[in-house]
């Protein structure tokens, strides 16, 4: 075992003594670990602060009830989160997650994701994620606004512009944040910018619906301009169906990439000559309206092959949008066997460790989440900070800044990177930093 090894090792035994049945936590607290350790160490102040150990303890976790009344009158009970990792660079900030997957380890190890790629932006945001155990697919639209209404009148007394501001993830859009809204501004009879992710008519940024999947592709730009290349005619596989997914093909195509196809659990949509953005839309218009993609019009040109994942389709460039730990060993093998020389994450830790490896292996250059699908909440901050200055900035403004954003999240992540392809290490340890050096200042606190 060498030296890192044995640092890691020991961190490791205490992160699972307090931690351990939390499996997505441990994993991404693990990888973070082997990157940042030996920075630790070799830095005074960071170490006396034992600054990793910090971000690993949340500061608050917040556990509640949250009781809704279904169509037919029935009381239905679920489980609500919010875990405030840290503030130490700004107010906690972080999504809401609404499926039946979420667990506080889920939410956690987003929690801690977030702060490191919220320093990332240069932007003061903090890191949280909250959310519940509620599957929406099934309900009723108005099911889900009283589940919106009951989970928010818990949350309300968390919240604040100055002290959290929670924003949207898997099954949280800008219909939910609006309910959310709805229901915080009459609990605390105030209007501000507690939350982001809103409509333009209340207070929401141009572009924030867009962000995540754009900023997704303006970071693959980055990255090939790096390489004295440019999406332009690259073949893009993609998974998901969701809001990162279908806005990262739309940007994709704008920008003369072919995309060959987009996913969810039931199958993939295959799209041999490249995605038209009206095959695009039909796909978010089945999502939104919680419809199959199995069946899709002749007309759009898409082969739908039953149960089988997108990975494996011949691509240049692949982009997993849709969760965690979507891209297992053999995922990564057939990733590897499909001619992809880049792959740049959506979703946030779509990747096992094992597949990792396999992709590291196969010399095939890697974007963490942390860095590539920074955009959201990038934009989320330029929400905030209008908000604020009670003004709005147009879309080509808000487009102009994300861009500038993630062309500098790219940059900030070469510089501490290894070697050129070693695009994780860079995203921890420049993340690392900028909360190291804000947490060592603080005094024992
Ligand atoms: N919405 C945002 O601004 C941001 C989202 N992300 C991440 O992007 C990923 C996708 O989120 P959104 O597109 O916002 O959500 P969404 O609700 O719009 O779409 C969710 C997507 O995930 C897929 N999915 C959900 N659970 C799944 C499971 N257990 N197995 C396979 N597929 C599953 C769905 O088919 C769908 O494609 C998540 O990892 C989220 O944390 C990251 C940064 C910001
Ligand atoms: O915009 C936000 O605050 C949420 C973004 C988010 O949840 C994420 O980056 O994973």
């Known amino acids: 075992m060498d030296r890192r090894d044995a640092l890691v090792e020991t961190f490791m035994d205490a992160v699972r003594a307090r931690s351990g049945g939390e499996p997505e936590f441990l994993q991404a607290v693990e990888e973070v670990a082997r990157d940042v350790l030996t920075v630790e160490k070799a830095h005074a102040e960071f170490a006396a602060a034992r600054v990793l150990e910090q971000l690993t303890e949340p500061d608050?976790?917040?556990?509640f009830r949250v009781v809704w009344e279904d169509d037919g009158g029935a009381t239905r009970i679920n489980r609500g989160w919010r875990v405030q990792m840290s503030n130490a660079i700004g107010p906690y900030k972080g999504g809401l997650r609404f499926h039946p997957s979420v667990t506080p380890s889920v939410l956690k190890f987003l929690a801690f994701e977030q702060c490191f790629k919220n320093a990332l932006t240069g932007l003061p945001l903090g890191g949280a994620k909250g959310g519940a155990d509620f599957d929406p697919s099934g309900c009723s639209d108005r099911e889900i606004m009283r589940f919106c209404q009951a989970f928010m009148a818990h949350l309300a007394p968390f919240i604040g512009p100055d002290l959290d501001v929670p924003a949207g993830d898997i099954n949280v859009g800008q219909r939910e944040i609006g309910w959310l809204f709805g229901t915080y501004k009459r609990k605390r009879g105030v209007f501000d910018g507690a939350l982001t992710g809103k409509g333009p008519s209340f207070g929401g940024s141009a572009l924030r619906v867009q962000a995540t999947g754009y900023g997704l592709i303006y970071f693959v730009c980055a990255m090939l301009a790096r390489r004295s290349a440019e999406l332009d005619g690259k073949r893009v596989a993609i998974s998901g169906k969701g809001n990162v997914s279908t806005h990262a093909a739309e940007k994709a195509i704008e920008m003369g990439a072919r995309v060959v196809c987009l996913s969810d659990t039931s199958g993939t949509l295959h799209a041999p000559d490249g995605m038209r953005q009206d095959a695009v839309e039909w796909v978010r218009a089945q999502k939104r309206s919680g419809g199959q993609v199995a069946d899709p019009p002749a007309a759009l040109g898409l082969q739908f092959r039953d149960g089988e994942g997108p990975w494996g389709i011949e691509a240049d460039i692949a982009l997993p949008c849709a969760t965690q730990n979507e891209v297992g060993p053999e995922a990564a093998r057939a990733i590897a066997e499909s001619g992809v020389t880049l792959l740049a994450e959506g979703a946030n830790m779509p990747l096992t460790s094992e597949a990792v490896e396999i992709l590291d292996r196969a010399g095939i250059v890697q974007a963490p989440g942390k860095a590539a699908n920074a955009g959201g909440v990038a934009v989320s901050g330029l929400e905030m900070s209008q908000n604020a200055e009670g003004r709005f900035l147009s879309r080509e403004e808000v487009d102009a800044a994300l861009r500038k954003i993630m062309d500098g999240i790219h940059d900030t992540v070469?510089?501490?990177?290894?070697?050129?392809?070693?695009?994780?290490?860079?995203?921890?340890?420049?993340?690392?930093?900028?909360?190291?050096?804000?947490?060592?200042?603080?005094?024992?606190?």
Do not use: M, T, W
Request: proline content about 0%.
């Open 60 to 63: 608050l976790l917040a556990q």
């Open 414 to 445: 070469i510089a501490e990177a290894e070697s050129a392809g070693d695009c994780r290490r860079g995203a921890n340890v420049a993340g690392y930093r900028h909360l190291a050096r804000a947490i060592s200042s603080y005094g024992i606190v």
